[in-house]
Every structure is written in C-alpha cells, then in structure tokens.
C-alpha cells in the first residue's frame, strides 16, 4: 500500500489525521509521515485497516490503480 491510498482511505471515510490515528491506534505524526511517504504502511497497520474498515486487496488495488491516473 502506498502513501496515495492511505491517505484515499482516510479521506473517504471523512477523518482528519488526528482521528484517524485515534482509530488506528498510532500518533498524529505516524499518520502525517505515510502520507507524506516518509514512512511505510506497517503490517500491523494494514491490519487495522482491514479490520476497521473492511477493506479488501482488491479495493487496494483498484485505489492504486486510480491514483496512477489521478483520479
């Protein structure tokens, strides 16, 4: 998962960096280093996306997909 579609998946659902690294159980600053792609999206990370939200491989995929053509 890249830094475009963490922050696709923030964004979507309507949170802020604060709460989504509330729901996420990491800091503010963890959220903000992802998305600036500082910072790799961790497995334990992805695992909290996909238990909160429901997200499958393939949602990643085509959020991937969307972002190579800036949708």
Do not use: W
């Amino acid at each position: 998962m890249n830094s475009n579609v963490f922050k696709s998946i923030r964004i979507y659902h309507g949170h802020t960096q604060s709460a989504f690294a509330s729901l996420l159980g990491v800091s503010e600053s963890t959220v903000a280093a992802i998305e600036r792609g500082r910072r790799e999206v961790s497995d334990s990370v992805r695992i909290k996306l996909a238990r909160h939200f429901d997200i499958s491989d393939e949602f990643i995929s085509t959020l991937e997909r969307a972002n190579k053509f800036n949708f």
